[in-house]
């Protein structure tokens, strides 16, 4: 289950007087000119929004061709989804060249998520449990306690986000901020303080896949793609309650799948963008994607290793951190970060050697995590 990457664009993520749509028109149109393929071409789409619109309904600018064009929302997973949808409707002969894309707009402040539509009672909403940042802080708190993470770490990985994010001309946070000030920032969960957790935001981006070969010139493929769901034991945001006993963990299983599927191990990546909506969960999936054993990131911070002359480079376009995080469009930015790594034209923010081997993962509450693997 391989696909070609033709073409990948983003737009610049932050807030403007744009719509959610517009930076969506934006993206599909730059992906296609990255591709050199038409609209015409397009032989079936995949996209969604969380808050800014049904992404089918952006042919009445992309131009009225017939295509058919498949609305997913699955949380932040939403683009991942769509790729993985993509990719499938390749391996299937559904259509030749494919597009996924992915967009939003979302207010200031915090998600504000009902609990109905994620089958919980409404008291937990009233109690005030819907609030991620709660869920957040928590779970990094049991974590902090099991492994040994320090807060100066948590502090540490924000500080490489803004870091990056000065490097990445579409991000919305460029400044770069020391440790210090990030752990003296307003506290907003125990241990979280404000300049750890990433923005809701505005933002888009899309992928130009096509079945391999065909006489197109070799380039970004993409080896395997992996979507799975929670099992019992898994403490992911809006679980009412936790078991006793050994954590299950949705992006364990997703990373584990996509690295069979693509015969590679995480030893080879070179290049990775991990989910980030705070800097705790860049700290949780470095290990439960298989980066390292739990309790090992401290000593790898230290040592640079995810810095992007490290080892291993992990969100080299200073993640959701310092690009926020629209929705729709968090799983498809990482992709076309690991393509632009790929292809050798990331600028000031170049992984050195040019990588071979690129690692994505998304996770979307409750319990949904995509990965892919990428190579050249």
């Known amino acids: 289950m391989k696909a070609l990457v033709l073409g990948a664009a983003r737009t610049a993520f932050g ?37 800014a619109g049904n992404a089918d309904t952006l042919v009445a600018e992309l131009g009225l061709t017939g295509v058919p064009f498949v609305n997913v929302r699955n949380g932040c997973a939403t683009g991942g989804s ?28 915090a998600f504000d998520p009902r609990p109905a539509d994620w089958g919980l009672p409404d008291e937990y909403g009233r109690d005030g449990l819907m609030v991620t940042t709660q869920f957040f802080g928590m779970k990094i708190q049991r974590y902090q306690h099991d492994h040994a993470i320090s807060a100066r770490t948590l502090a540490l990985v924000a500080e490489k986000a803004y870091r990056n994010g000065a490097r990445t001309p579409e991000a919305w946070r460029r400044k770069p901020l020391t440790a210090d000030e990030i752990l003296a920032s307003e506290m907003v969960s125990d241990p979280l303080t404000r300049f750890m957790f990433c923005s809701p935001g ?23 793609v992996s979507l799975r769901s929670r099992r019992f034991g898994t403490f992911e945001v809006f679980s009412p309650w936790l078991p006793t006993g050994e954590l299950t963990s949705v992006s364990t299983e997703a990373a584990r799948a996509a690295f069979e599927a693509a015969g590679v191990g995480p030893e080879d990546v ?107």
């Not at 911070?301 to 929705?327: F, H, K, Q, S, Y």
Request: charged content about 20%.
């Open 270 to 376: 070179d290049v990775a963008q991990l989910q980030d909506t705070e800097s705790g969960a860049e700290i949780m999936h470095m290990a439960e994607c298989g980066f390292c054993e739990h309790g090992e990131q401290e000593a790898l911070l230290a040592a640079g290793t995810t810095e992007i002359g490290g080892r291993l480079p992990v969100n080299t376009d200073g993640g959701c951190i310092a690009n926020g995080e629209p929705i729709g469009a968090s799983g498809l930015r990482q992709v076309v970060e690991v393509v632009t790594q790929l292809r050798g034209r990331a600028g000031d923010r170049q992984v050195p050697g040019r990588p071979r081997v690129g690692f994505t993962h998304v996770y979307g509450a409750p319990g949904v995590s995509a990965c892919t693997v990428l190579s050249r």
């Open 82 to 109: 769509a790729l993985i949808s993509a990719v499938n409707a390749i391996a299937s002969g559904m259509a030749e060249v494919v597009l996924a894309v992915g967009f939003d707009k979302h207010p200031p402040g």
């Open 15 to 51: 807030r403007s007087t744009d719509t959610g749509r517009a930076h969506a028109v934006r993206a599909v149109r730059a992906a296609l000119a990255d591709a050199g393929v038409r609209w015409d071409e397009i032989g079936a789409a995949f996209g969604g929004s969380d808050a």
């Open 202 to 224: 505005e933002g888009a981006a899309a992928v130009v896949l096509a079945a391999p070969g065909g006489g197109r010139r070799p380039g970004v493929m993409i080896d395997a």
